[in-house]
């Protein structure tokens, strides 16, 4: 009788391998791998993944026999359960969990509405000669639809990036896009060369409106209905539709946000992910992978080329270049020079011997010149602002406190010009507030948000329009005429023709953050509002409110992300710190962290760091070793999950490998 080998869905560290069972006659020809089903674990029913088939166990004793195949529809891949596997290892996780990840919760109806469809006639398909890929290539072209390269012919090693795609050569580059660029049509491009290959593309982006940009784009170059977008937002029905659809190989292409990043496609011929740098391409559930991380792995296990893309750099991202692994694409100094525009820090000599307050005001006599000559332009005007709200801190007008809610201890704020202070933590309202200090009762602005900023801008500025973008309301463009946008991080709308101005505020908010990342993450940021500034040939002025003397300005005005990332790494490789080396942190109570490192056998070399208060009453310590000694860290730390779990312990550890914020 046949033996199914079931990874059950038990997220404990002990159980962490394949449970054999015996498959019933009745579902013989059904419950192959890849399937879901129910088997009786410990006295319980519970859910599983099928890995596996094979004609005896080594298992001594009496099996049992699987309770019920849920559905026939082989929704694990081998590709990703191989992946799913070395994810796990990599991040000392449960098979289990990273299953969770990568198979979205079934959804009868949707599975039924299409038959499902053998796995081993979709590779026939989709094999040596590419099949359906490649009459997706031919009908693309047929149709006029992708025209040109997508702007890869604006850098040196673009075109011979698309023509190894092309070949089925497996490039890996890392890319450093031109201000102005049109990255969702460089990303369609290189998704097409790879169909037009025979192959298949996932590609990951960080949020709702970068995935509908790219959506977009692949439409205009494949043609509808030749890829599937993924996201957890869609909806359980959606994107079980979705998936199902490159299961079953009706679909090349699948690109999403980090849901997508175990997509199954395949003959799998390129991995890319835009803008690696962003935290939400960080999984907040176990074993919290990166979804830069989990692609590499894809790639490494497939053979296939890869492709990681953003304006700036990450230290990740530099590592790949700096050993060999990956190559850089970028544009030469001639070309840059004619697409970014004129960048101008206001901290600097001659700024402060012509504007001695701008050294402290807000919006220094550089930045208002250079709204006020886009406005005169009929040019729109991008103001980023790194904090939400009206004045989301304040303080006692007298003495300076910072004004804190007398319940929680929580910042005060102001949500708007009217409204009393309330508590951001616990909401409670203190209108009669008094300062425990001095006694004063009139408040101040300590930090000013975005809504605060756009009231005073629409003041200095009346006779142009003010625009908001951030979290309740994320604007994806706006026309090209005399416009105020203000935009927090990450939301900032792409304009008609660009912006003639784009003015980064309180710079300080990002630059002191207690982060490893705080620099790089300061970059990103700016980086990604001044891209879509026009050309300095063309008006386009940046102004960033902040010592030019400091690395990550002086890696704007120069508009090379590579050198600050070069920086960087050399900085973290010399303190040890990662990507220079690999880190995992360990949270919980004191008691429980002390008892799993105490039961982990560390590698030869490992340096355990802390502890320091995690809030809670937990405390986080860190392990670091070097880098080939990073298989052996996950091990040991599993183990002595594993340990732990199998005494049943009643404190939880988490344990996060190379997490995105160390501090």
């Not at 919006?363 to 886009?374: E, I, Q």
């Amino acid at each position: 009788m046949p033996v199914a080998r079931v990874c059950v869905d038990v997220p404990l560290a002990h159980l962490d391998r394949p449970f054999d069972y015996l498959v019933p006659a009745d579902v013989e020809e059904t419950a192959l791998p890849g399937t879901r089903v129910r088997v009786r674990f410990a006295g319980q029913l519970v859910d599983g993944w099928l890995l596996d088939r094979v004609d005896s166990s080594g298992h001594d004793g009496k099996l049992a026999f699987l309770e019920r195949l849920v559905s026939p529809e082989r929704v694990l891949t081998p590709e990703v359960a191989r992946l799913a596997r070395a994810v796990a290892d990599r991040y000392s996780g449960n098979l289990a969990d990273v299953l969770r990840l990568a198979v979205p919760p079934r959804h009868a109806r949707a599975e039924q509405t299409t038959p499902p469809r053998d796995l081993a006639d979709v590779a026939a398909r989709n094999g040596a000669e590419g099949g359906d890929n490649r009459k997706i290539a031919e009908s693309s072209a047929e149709r006029g639809v992708g025209d040109g390269d997508g702007g890869w012919g604006d850098y040196p090693a673009g075109s011979g990036f698309l023509r190894a795609l092309a070949e089925e050569r497996g490039p890996r580059a890392v890319w450093s896009a031109l201000p102005g660029t049109d990255w969702a049509a460089a990303y369609a491009h290189a998704i097409a060369a790879t169909v037009g290959a025979g192959r298949g593309a996932v590609a990951v982006v960080a949020d709702a409106r970068d995935l509908d940009r790219l959506d977009t784009a692949l439409s205009a170059v494949l043609g509808p209905g030749r890829h599937v977008a993924l996201s957890a937002a869609l909806g359980p029905a959606k994107r079980y539709r979705a998936f199902l659809a490159a299961s079953r190989g009706q679909v090349p292409v699948v690109v999403g946000t980090r849901a997508a990043m175990f997509a199954p496609v395949e003959r799998l011929g390129l991995v890319a992910i835009w803008d690696d740098g962003d935290d939400l391409h960080a999984e907040p559930r176990a074993p919290y992978p990166h979804a830069r991380e989990v692609l590499l792995t894809r790639a490494q296990l497939a053979d296939a080329a890869v492709l990681v893309g953003g304006y700036a750099r990450t230290g990740e991202a530099q590592q790949l270049v700096e050993t060999g692994w990956a190559r850089e694409i970028v544009a030469s100094r001639a070309t840059l020079r004619a697409r970014t525009p004129a960048v101008r820090p206001t901290g600097d000599d001659p700024q402060l011997a012509r504007d001695p307050a701008a050294a402290t005001a807000r919006l220094p006599s550089l930045a208002w010149d250079a709204a006020r000559a886009a406005l005169k332009a009929d040019a729109p005007v991008l103001v980023q602002v790194p904090r939400r709200g009206y004045l989301p801190a304040v303080a006692c007008v007298d003495c300076r406190t910072p004004a804190r809610c007398a319940h929680c201890a929580g910042p005060l704020a102001l949500r708007s010009a009217n409204a009393p202070p309330a508590c951001r933590w616990c909401g409670r309202v203190t209108a009669a507030y008094t300062c425990p200090t001095c006694g004063g009762r009139r408040l101040r602005a300590a930090v000013v948000g975005a809504r605060r900023t756009a009231e005073e801008l629409g003041r200095a500025f009346p006779g142009a329009p003010v625009r908001t973008s951030g979290r309740d309301e994320v604007l994806a463009a706006v026309p090209g005429g005399a416009a105020l946008v203000v935009a927090t991080p990450g939301a900032e709308p792409v304009a008609d023709g660009g912006y003639g101005a784009v003015l980064l505020l309180d710079t300080w908010a990002m630059l002191t953050r207690a982060d490893l990342r705080a620099g790089e993450e300061a970059l990103r940021r700016w980086m990604a509002a001044a891209a879509l500034a026009r050309p300095a040939a063309a008006g386009g002025r940046v102004v960033v409110v902040a010592d030019g003397g400091l690395t990550p300005v002086q890696a704007l005005l120069r508009w090379d992300p590579g050198w600050f990332a070069g920086r960087e790494l050399a900085e973290r490789r010399e303190l040890g710190f990662p990507p220079a080396v690999r880190m995992a942190s360990v949270t919980g109570v004191p008691e429980a962290v002390a008892d799993l490192l105490a039961a982990a056998r560390l590698p030869d070399g490992a340096v355990v760091l802390g502890p320091v208060p995690a809030g809670d009453g937990q405390e986080r310590m860190l392990v670091r070793v070097a880098r080939s000694g990073a298989a052996a860290l996950a091990r040991a730390l599993h183990e002595a999950a594993g340990i732990r779990s199998a005494r049943k312990a009643a404190r939880p550890v988490r344990v996060q490998v190379d997490p995105h914020d160390l501090f």
